[in-house]
């Protein structure tokens, strides 16, 4: 299978690179496919002929989306459109990636593919602009693929790297660390998407539409640092603070944890958060596995 990857340089791109199980991948640098050009993403896809288009890239950057709304509609709606209407006109499957971010949070129960979106800010709205834009655009070609709370070896360039790492990297530098305790989400590891994305898109029954992949369970950010300090065995106080969802003037959801109904109807299915992030950091700090 021929695949075109945007977005290589990403820690869900670094990760599905690393996990490829044979396909044939054209992963070129941004200064080659410049996704903000629809001649240049065009001319990739004509040149190469790819049966899927794996599309990571996004500005994901929440803070910034707000001061940056403009920006945030190009990258997340605007090119997501375009690159599914190339895909529809190449005869290729277009596979993106959205948010927890497009729900309100007002519910207790993990949201289901077809749960009522109600973003709070403009990462979410610009992100859910671009779901709808991919499946009026493409709606027979285009898979959505809505995740949550990522992490993976190579980091969010965006974000200073991934939350795991900069959380044990504080407590080198502090005595105590206050961590939000009030949003509720499924953290997941892009090595368990990224080899869940592969079964995926593999399965003979994949329909077009919305998914969701995250890793099993749910916690609040507190209680994901908590976990990781007690694998890594690193003593240090972390007190529970509660924002009201608010990032500045930034609203977040409460709630945004997601329920995999779609792809574990097909076979496909994550790990528990709490057995993944034992398994990064094993991996990663070449701890026992013992931990």
């Avoid at 990571?56 to 929440?62: E, L, Q, R, W």
């Avoid at 006109?89 to 277009?94: H, I, M, P, R, T």
């Avoid at 499946?135 to 790297?161: D, H």
Wanted: charged share 20%; proline share 5%; aromatic share 8%.
């Amino acid at each position: 299978m021929k695949i075109l990857l945007i977005g290589k340089t990403g820690q869900l791109g670094g990760d599905i690179l690393r996990n490829n199980p044979g396909h044939e991948i054209y992963a070129p640098e941004r200064s080659t496919l410049d996704i903000e050009s629809k001649d240049n993403m065009f001319a990739a896809i004509d040149d190469f002929r790819p049966d899927i288009v794996i599309n990571t890239a996004a500005f994901h950057n929440v803070p910034q989306c707000e001061t940056h709304p403009e920006k945030a509609f190009k990258i997340n709606c605007i090119v997501v459109k375009e690159l599914a209407n190339i895909c529809k006109q190449a005869g290729a499957l277009f596979v993106t990636f959205s948010t927890d971010y497009i729900f309100g949070g007002e519910q207790k129960t993990p949201y289901l593919e077809n749960g009522l979106p109600k973003p709070l800010q403009i990462y979410g709205i610009s992100k859910l602009a671009g779901e709808y834009a991919a499946l009026a655009a493409a709606p027979n070609n285009s898979i959505i693929i809505r995740t949550c709370g990522l992490y993976g070896v190579s980091g969010a360039q965006s974000k200073g790297g991934n939350f795991v790492d900069k959380r044990i990297a504080d407590a080198q530098n502090h005595s105590i660390l206050e961590i939000g305790c009030d949003q509720i989400v499924s953290p997941t590891s892009t090595d368990d998407l990224s080899n869940a994305l592969f079964q995926l898109i593999k399965n003979p029954k994949l329909q077009p539409g919305i998914y969701h992949l995250v890793n099993e369970g749910e916690c609040s950010w507190y209680d994901f640092t908590v976990a990781i300090y007690d694998f890594m065995g690193i003593k240090i106080k972390v007190k529970p603070i509660d924002r009201g969802g608010m990032d500045g003037d930034m609203r977040r959801p409460f709630y945004s944890a997601l329920a995999n109904t779609k792809a574990k109807a097909l076979g496909v299915t994550l790990q528990h958060w709490h057995d993944s992030l034992k398994s990064y950091l094993e991996k990663r700090y070449h701890l026992s596995s013992t931990i």
